[in-house]
């Protein structure tokens, strides 16, 4: 597990078919979020990083027009406006969204950000350089119509030449392991510890997912979270589709990508496997 693996990393982010799931999952962790990471400054300057050397290796040594389309509360897209890319981030949480914007601000940052679906985008055509889809986001699309939506509304909004870096679990392993928990992981933050931990059940067709996170804190909800005589559980559920690299690589070609190729983490130092694709 690399440095920048969340605790019992939280369920594939801002998109589903029921907005109304996923956006409140996310509306209701936006405050805690990085809880989830060890060390949520560090991860975003870790994570920033490698997507920076991604897109300057593919695009040249400059700063780019960047949409995060699943920016959360910013993880990677402060990153890359600290690295002087022009980015803009949207997620199906507006409350994450705010979030972003003044984490970006408190760093001096600016990083405008707000509500959107990624599959329906509300920007014009060749808008950005590159799209970051990072940290799970886009398998929490779970039907073949809403992936291909999604990655032809990200084709849409990127110039010819564009780049795509797009972020999974490494569900190649995953689907043959078929986990069902993750080992729990303790963080402490503003001296708030949080443990946190996964259970995975799996459909019957052996592609989905359902996900159970557990964050634990110390003291009941109404208590101070000094209280150490009690524990707070809260239970967050989400669905997941398992894409391996195969599908989503067909999927990329399907939307009208390019050259499609996974980079693994000992490649890239990004925490996750990460999918690069070009438009035309």
């Not at 795509?164 to 402490?188: A, E, G, H, I, Q």
């Not at 707070?232 to 559920?237: F, G, I, K, L």
Request: net charge neutral; glycine share 6%.
């Amino acid at each position: 597990m690399t440095k920048d693996q969340p605790a019992a990393e939280p369920p594939g982010r801002r998109t589903s078919s029921a907005r109304s799931d996923v956006g409140r999952f996310y509306d209701e962790f936006a405050a805690d979020y990085h809880l989830v990471y060890p060390d949520w400054d560090a991860s975003v300057a870790r994570q920033g990083a490698a997507l920076d050397a991604l897109i300057r290796a593919h695009l040249g040594d400059r700063p780019a027009e960047v949409l995060d389309c699943a920016c959360g509360i910013g993880t990677q897209a402060i990153g890359l406006a600290a690295l002087g890319h022009h980015v803009t981030g949207t997620d199906l949480s507006p409350v994450a969204t705010a979030r972003a914007a003044a984490e970006a601000a408190r760093r001096g940052l600016r990083l405008p950000a707000a509500a959107a679906d990624m599959r329906r985008l509300p920007f014009p055509a060749g808008r950005f350089d590159a799209v970051v889809c990072a940290d799970n986001a886009l398998p929490h699309l779970l039907t073949p119509e809403d992936v291909h939506t999604a990655l032809t509304e990200l084709r849409r909004v990127l110039r010819p030449g564009g780049l795509l870096l797009l972020s999974t679990r490494p569900y190649d392993d995953l689907r043959r392991t078929r986990p069902t928990s993750t080992t729990p992981r303790t963080t402490d933050r503003d001296g708030r510890r949080s443990v946190v931990f996964q259970l995975w059940h799996w459909h019957a067709d052996g592609e989905r997912y359902d996900l159970e996170l557990f964050r634990l804190t110390p003291g009941s909800p109404a208590g101070s979270p000094a209280d150490t005589t009690s524990w707070h559980t809260a239970v967050h559920r989400s669905t997941y589709w398992a894409l391996t690299s195969a599908q989503l690589t067909a999927f990329a070609h399907q939307a009208g990508f390019t050259a499609p190729a996974w980079q693994p983490p000992t490649r890239t130092g990004f925490f996750q496997p990460l999918l690069t694709a070009r438009t035309p």
